[in-house]
């Protein structure tokens, strides 16, 4: 475990006499739905970063609000730790149980309970999933923007602020969510707010929730803000010189008020290992791939303008795809990126990371970057949402070379540290978990650590929601 997860968990330490009380109620209360096999509960552990797995004791798959309720006050009664658990896309140990304890997963939840097209949004629990959601919402023309690129559940897109390709037009899950009903952790259920688009009335607990990785309360209802499907869609991928040229026509693009839905960069060795994985031809160059909502006319419009600020910074040509299932299949290859990645090189693990800085640093920031991998003699591909200023990087990793780690990681504090310089962050959308603890201090300053522990403390003073992540309790 590493040491500032250690740090987190504070004076609190296993009790293995609690966890078997708890699981004797939760099993006479729901029976075969609680699981204990040991492959279970590794699936319910953290498995994609450099964090082990820390397995729950339990996993508890409950079917309502009030079969969430009913499980944390067991576990209250208990004092036994409780994990909320999504689709389990985890980036930074968000889901690990180093205390041990019950893994609640929210997969049975997962019900769309309104829609009110008149007011774009819709009511849901939190185990729908984004694919499954927008295939309900499409006969009603409309749909939820945020992809991340994962078919994760909504409830955990919630609970980690997550954002993705679309964020630069339609915003972030924070942008996106209205409402949330939310078990706190004694078992009283909160609502956070109504569903009216904006209130003055008291703090703003939603946006207190979102984002706060299942350690202020585990969330069982949401009501998201939706959009209409755009009249018209055109997607396109242009070549670029260089980084540098690609992050200026982004900046120029935004800017200059072009309304570009998505526009993603991927670097060389990416768009090779895209190439490889998708059955693409693209060249292996710095390239941008875009995307325009709107109506005909203005679809064009935006295409055109863009096109001329490209020209101007020697990139193109463009390779446009207007047809849906063309569009499809560019996007899913950008989304396979992670996977495309892990092909460079057979056998090695691959370590997702990102950061994220003002627009203005990007170009900066990725060169600076591409200058580290090839210092330190590492395989690193880069792709980010470079309209908001957000890259990541899959490391590819030999884990039997102990310099190679030592290097990897040196390049990930690296990293952290240069993005800091530019007034960043340490995490763009990934989160915080177990694996960016250590960096918030030189992110927030102790000022803000104190407050985010006084609210922890406040909302769950024996420490029982997700123990060990975000904020250290001394």
């Known amino acids: 475990m590493m040491g500032s997860a250690q740090a987190a968990v504070d004076q609190h330490s296993r009790n293995p006499a609690a966890i078997t009380a708890a699981i004797a109620a939760l099993t006479a209360a729901f029976g075969n739905r609680v699981v204990t096999s040991q492959s279970v509960r590794e699936q319910h552990g953290n498995t994609l970063t450099w964090v082990p797995n820390q397995p729950p004791d339990a996993v508890v798959f409950p079917q309502t609000t009030q079969d969430v309720q009913q499980i944390v006050r067991i576990c209250a009664d208990n004092r036994v730790p409780v ?3 999504g689709t389990g896309t985890s980036l930074e140990g968000h889901i690990n149980a180093p205390l041990g304890g019950v893994s609640i997963d929210v997969r049975d939840m997962n019900k769309m309970l309104a829609v009110h097209a008149e007011d774009l949004d819709c009511v849901i629990e939190p185990g729908i999933t984004r694919k ?47 409402a949330m009903k939310v078990v706190m952790a004694d078992g ?13 009335a008291g703090y703003d607990l939603t946006r207190l929730i979102v984002g706060s990785e299942g350690t202020l309360g585990i969330i069982t209802e949401l009501t998201l803000k939706l959009s209409g499907i755009p009249e018209a869609i055109a997607s396109g991928v242009c070549p670029f010189p260089s980084v540098d040229a690609a992050c200026k026509a982004t900046i120029l693009t935004i800017q200059s008020g072009i309304p570009v839905a998505r526009i993603e960069l991927l670097d060389a060795l990416q768009i090779k290992a895209c190439n490889a994985y998708s059955k693409l031809t693209l060249p292996e160059v710095p390239t941008l791939f875009v995307e325009f909502h709107g109506s005909d006319a203005g679809v064009a419009e935006q295409s055109q303008r863009f096109g001329e600020i490209v020209a101007e910074l020697g990139g193109g040509p ?6 849906p299932e063309d569009r499809s299949r560019l996007w899913q290859a950008r989304h396979d990126g992670y996977w495309a990645g892990r092909h460079l090189r057979p056998g090695a693990s691959a370590f997702a990371t990102d950061v994220c800085v003002p627009i203005s640093r990007l170009a900066e920031c990725v060169n600076a ?9 590492l395989v690193a591909p880069i792709l980010g949402h ?22 990897a990681k040196l390049l990930m504090e690296r990293l952290v540290e240069l993005a800091l310089s530019m007034d960043g ?5 990934h989160g915080v978990g177990q694996g960016k603890m250590k960096y918030l201090l030189a992110e927030h300053g102790a000022p803000a650590l104190a407050a985010m522990a006084a609210i922890k403390r406040a909302l769950d003073p024996q420490n029982i929601l997700n123990p060990g992540k975000i904020v250290a309790l001394s």
């Open 83 to 85: 994990i909320a658990f």
């Open 132 to 178: 499954s959601l927008n295939e309900q919402l499409r006969d009603q023309g409309l749909f939820f923007p945020i992809d991340p690129g994962a078919d994760a559940s909504l409830g955990g897109m919630a609970a980690t602020r997550c954002s993705g390709t679309n964020a630069v037009r339609y915003g972030t899950m924070k942008d996106n969510v209205l």
């Open 188 to 200: 009283e259920l909160m609502t956070t707010s109504r569903r009216a688009k904006k209130s003055a």
């Open 318 to 323: 463009f390779d446009w795809a207007t047809k």
């Open 369 to 377: 970057t591409q200058r580290e991998i090839a210092e330190l003699k």
């Open 386 to 407: 470079v309209g908001d200023g957000n890259f990541h990087l899959t490391l590819l990793v030999d884990m039997d070379d102990a310099d190679e780690v030592k290097r």
């Open 425 to 429: 962050t340490c995490t763009g959308e």
